[in-house]
């Protein structure tokens, strides 16, 4: 395939490789980036974690909070084997993709003896992030429950509440899985996930959860029950933890239902990729 950067090695199985992506800002991709690789590190898997977010760089900082934090604290918590892919001062934009590109060869190489491999892409649609896509198994692409955040998907008629055609983002994923089929892979396993739903019963909650149900069957997607609005999402992130590190809860106390409600929707979201019940290899 074209776009391959994953090295096979004889005798050992390749990482699996897990994309967060959607070409809109602020949607969740970093937070549930970070959730799915303590998650998997908690199952006992070997993880490699890779941030291709050149400007922000969420997922990096919160890795560096987690180590720092655990250094602070005199706590040992797992850590991702992690690569940043920064930007450089490269003058053209051929030189800036030829550097990406070798520089995401070399993470792949980097981390060939993980299991899993999780990459946080840029809400933006940039070279790289077409790169991971190329390179995913699993696409996990969380949403805000808006219109907005749909029309990522495809157009909407919105008067009709029906879809219309599907988005450049969506068209991309469909050529990756051609591109996919050609080389003798499987096709992307393309997971959409509802982030940030209120605990209120709304028209317009209900009314996009028949979309998705629509758009799922449309554009090739799966459709992961979703997290909900907390405020433990966001809290964490100073302390690099996440809801199911136990050093997220209060010492001595019983784990508060805010925690207990948000690992089950990290539980139900591995489990609609799948890995949930399979153990390290
Ligand atoms: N389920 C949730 N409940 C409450 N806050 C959330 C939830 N998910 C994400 N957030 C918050 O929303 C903001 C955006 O989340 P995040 O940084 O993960 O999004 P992103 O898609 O990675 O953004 P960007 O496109 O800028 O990289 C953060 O402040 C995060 O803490
Ligand atoms: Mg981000």
């Known amino acids: 395939m074209d776009g391959s950067l994953i090295p096979e090695t004889p005798g050992q199985a390749r990482p699996y490789v897990i994309v967060v992506g959607n070409e809109k800002g602020g949607t969740g991709k970093s937070t549930t980036a970070m959730h799915l690789i303590v998650a998997l590190m908690r199952l006992g898997y070997k993880l490699g974690s890779i941030d291709l977010d050149e400007r922000q760089g969420t997922l990096t900082r919160y890795i560096d909070n987690r180590r720092a934090y655990a250094q602070a604290s005199g706590q040992t918590l797992a850590m991702p084997k992690h690569r940043h892919i ?48 190329q390179n995913a198994d699993t696409l996990i692409t969380p949403l805000n429950d808006s219109f907005v955040d749909i029309d990522m998907l495809a157009r909407i008629d919105r008067e009709r509440r029906e879809v219309q055609a599907p988005s450049p983002y969506s068209k991309m994923v469909w050529e990756n899985n051609n591109r996919r089929v050609v080389a003798g892979l499987p096709p992307v396993d393309w997971i959409v996930m509802r982030n940030r739903l209120t605990h209120i019963e709304s028209r317009n909650k209900r009314e996009i959860a028949g979309l998705m149900t629509q758009l799922a069957q449309r554009i090739g997607f799966r459709v992961a029950p979703g997290l909900g609005e907390r405020v433990i999402f966001r809290e964490l992130f100073l302390k690099g933890l996440t809801v199911l590190d136990d050093a997220a809860q209060d010492p001595g106390q019983p784990p508060k239902p805010s925690h207990i409600s948000a690992r089950a929707e990290i539980d139900a979201l591995l489990e609609t990729i799948g890995l949930v019940h399979t153990a390290p290899v």
């Open 86 to 133: 920064e930007r450089g001062g490269d003058k053209t934009k051929t030189s800036a993709e030829e550097r990406g590109r070798a520089k995401l060869r070399q993470a792949f190489q980097d981390l060939a003896d993980c299991n899993f491999v999780i990459i946080d892409t840029p809400g933006s649609d940039t070279y790289l992030s077409h790169l991971a896509h």
